[in-house]
C-alpha cells in the first residue's frame, strides 16, 4: 500500500487535461498510476540514449523494478507525477512524456522527459505549467533540479519559467536550476 492510503491524500485529477500540440498531435495528461509501470519501462527504453543520460544523468538502458516502482507507484502528496498519453486508438497507453515532483530534505526536486519524436513542439512546456501551477497551489514555493550542464533545452525552459542557475551541489558537470513558484 502506498503514502495515497494516509489520511487526507487525494488523487490530484485536477492535473487531468487533454493537450493539442504545435503540430496538431494530441495527449491526455494525467497522474501516473501504479499500473502505468509497464507503458512506464517503455517509455524510458524507447528514449535515446542521449535524453535517458540527460534524465538520469547515467546511461542506463531501463529502469530497476525498484526506480519503476518508485515512478509510478506514488503518493500524490509528496511526490506528484504527470504523464503524457499519447491519443491512439488501441487499448494500450503509450507515455510519450514524464514530470514530476518530489520532496526530500526539505527540498523539492522535479524532473521531466519527453519522448525524442515529441520533442520541441510545446509538450515540455505544457507539462512544467501544470506541475508547478499544482505545486504552487499546494504550497510550494521554490524546486529545483540539477541539469547536466550541457543540456541547454532544459536550462532554456527553467529560465523561461524564471528559473535560476548555480553551481550544483551534486559535482561538476550538473547546473542546479532553481524555480520560484508564485502563490497559488
Ligand atoms: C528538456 C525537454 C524536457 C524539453 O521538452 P520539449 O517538449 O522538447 O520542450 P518544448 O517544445 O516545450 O520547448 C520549451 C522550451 O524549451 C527550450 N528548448 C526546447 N528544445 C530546445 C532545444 N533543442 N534547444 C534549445 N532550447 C530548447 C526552449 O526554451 C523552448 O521554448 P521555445 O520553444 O519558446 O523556444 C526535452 O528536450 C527532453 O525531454 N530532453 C531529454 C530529457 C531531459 O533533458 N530532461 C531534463 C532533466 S531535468
Redesign the pocket.
Known sequence: MNAAAHAGARFPSALIDRIRLADGREVVVRPVLAIDAEAEQAFVRGLSLE?RR??FHLPIRELSPALLRQLTDVDHVGHVAIVAEALASDDAPTIVADARYVNENGETHF????ADAW???????ALMQRLLRYAARHGIARMV?D?ITD????T??AA?FGGRLSMSPHGAGLTRAHLELAGG
Open positions: 535524453s540527460k534524465r524532473a521531466i522527459a519527453v520533442q520541441g513542439i510545446g509538450l515540455g512546456r533540479a541539469v543540456n541547454t533545452a532544459m532554456r525552459l523561461s
